[in-house]
């Protein structure tokens, strides 16, 4: 079984500056992604950014930027340039990468505050 | 684009009744997925569909229940509706075959009083 972990339950930032938020996970699987979802007010779920396990380079996306650390099985979000409107609930989540039983584990989740 | 439907929006149902929440997923989209989000809290994977066959099963109470229908939209069954059942249901779906990441609906609110 696999867990995710988010030990901070929330932040915040000044608007325009960087944030980074923290996820570690455990797993046995050989191949997997792990995935940032950002769920503002709304309650809306939406992808921010995806990493493959075995990619060694660390995906970004604009603004969002990830720190994947394989044998420290860990996974941060980097967030540049803090906009209002990132203020949401943040969930890191896994998915094995074993077709369709890709279910996703998702973290708690973190609060994260833009004060403008 | 086409995204995840799912309906209705809200529900509010009393204790013991039935609800039927509903999913269409995107367009040529092979699998589905159940998720249950109550208050605070991580969505919990309940169940989920690759071709309309069963492939995975996580949490889901016995008075849940759901299937994939020949045209790929999905129902999700919930009889004996708990208090506890109040939550925030969302119905994901991926395309396997093309390495996809799930896609979200905008959730059904469940309200069970």
């Known amino acids: 079984a696999q867990t995710v972990t988010q030990s901070q339950p929330e932040m915040s930032v000044q608007e325009a500056e960087t944030v980074t938020l923290s996820c570690t996970y455990d797993t046995s699987e050989s191949n997997y992604y792990l995935f940032w979802y950002k769920q503002p007010p709304s309650r809306q779920m939406i992808l921010v950014i995806r990493q493959e396990a075995y990619k060694q380079q660390n995906a970004t996306e604009n603004r969002f930027s990830v720190n994947f650390q394989k044998a420290a099985k860990s996974f941060s979000l980097k967030i540049s340039d803090s906009q209002l409107g990132d203020t949401a609930m943040y969930f890191c989540a896994f998915s094995p990468a074993t077709g369709a039983n890709s279910k996703l584990t998702f973290g708690k989740g973190i609060t994260l505050s833009v004060r403008p | 684009a086409a995204g995840v439907i799912q309906s209705p929006r809200h529900l509010i149902k009393e204790k013991r009744e039935t609800a039927t929440l509903k999913c269409y997923p995107i367009p040529r989209h092979d699998t589905v997925y159940w998720y249950q989000q109550g208050p605070g809290q991580d969505p919990q994977f309940l169940i989920s569909f690759y071709e309309k066959m069963q492939s995975d099963k996580g949490s889901i109470p016995d008075r849940f229940s759901a299937q994939q229908f020949s045209d790929y939209h999905s129902e999700l069954n919930m009889s004996s509706l708990e208090l506890g059942d109040s939550a925030l249901y969302f119905c994901?779906?991926?395309?396997?075959?093309?390495?996809?990441?799930?896609?979200f609906g905008q959730g059904t609110r469940l309200t069970v009083v």
């Open positions: 994901a779906s991926s395309l396997v075959r093309g390495n996809t990441e799930a896609f």
